[in-house]
């Protein structure tokens, strides 16, 4: 079946470290995107990319990178920059007009 | 900006009520419509959509939207909630000259009584 794939489900990390969380899609979808879930605060956007080898920073880049070298593929690397990490992080994929589609998400704890 | 708008933060209903949750977002071009459902722990699930045509559109789980232009409004809603409807509901548009991008709203979290 087509989906979304993220991994790890839960990641712990230590102050200063940098961590990666994995998004893996298998829909041939264009774009991926993602997005910082915090309690009360909705969906807000770190990252985007429309096409391979290329993204575009969303409302709230600081203390994240992301790279898109394969059209599958689009890792999100919280950096030790980034002062408030702990949060629940989704990742998305869509074409054309379609809607988005979401992965069950990765839970990350700073410890 | 593009902004989309859930009024309600919490919503409280009980079992086997009528469930109508709102949605306006900002003027814009004709807009392509998205309610999505988040249990817990767990990503973000397509309800329905609506691109054009009929302006009450059929979902997933017995939900089902109406579009209403003169009100830039996309309500949800459900004739009879069944607890397992308890979650987050977020309604998201993109514009038709802003790519496929979709800005959502910022939730409304459901609370099913029994």
């Known amino acids: 079946d087509g989906g979304i794939t993220q991994s790890p489900k839960y990641l712990f990390r230590k102050e200063g470290q940098n961590v990666t969380l994995s998004c893996e899609q298998n829909l041939n979808h264009d774009a991926m995107y993602w997005y910082r879930q915090d309690p009360g605060q909705g969906l807000r956007l770190i990252y985007y990319s429309q096409i391979v080898n290329d993204f575009q920073k969303g409302d709230i880049a600081e203390g994240y990178s992301v790279s898109r070298e394969k059209k599958e593929s689009f890792p999100l690397t919280v950096t030790s920059a980034q002062k408030n990490p702990t949060a629940f992080y989704l990742c998305?994929?869509?074409?054309?007009?379609?809607?988005?589609?979401f992965g069950s998400g990765t839970r990350l704890t700073v410890v | 900006a593009q902004s989309v708008t859930q009024p309600d933060i919490h919503i409280t209903v009980s079992e086997g009520a009528s469930l109508e949750l709102r949605c306006n977002y900002s003027?814009?071009?004709?807009?392509?419509l998205f309610w999505y459902v988040q249990s817990p722990g767990q990503g973000l699930q397509l309800l329905l959509k609506y691109f054009s045509g009929d302006t009450l559109v059929q979902g997933i789980k017995g939900f089902e939207a109406e579009f209403k232009m003169s009100q830039s409004s996309f309500n949800l809603r459900k004739p009879s909630v069944h607890w397992s409807d308890a979650a987050e509901y977020f309604c998201?548009?993109?514009?038709?000259?802003?790519?496929?991008?979709?800005?959502f709203g910022g939730g409304t979290r459901l609370m099913v009584k029994p």
């Open positions: 998305a994929s869509s074409q054309q007009m379609h809607g988005y589609t």
């Open positions: 998201a548009v993109a514009f038709r000259n802003a790519g496929n991008m979709l800005t």
């Open positions: 003027y814009g071009a004709t807009p392509y």
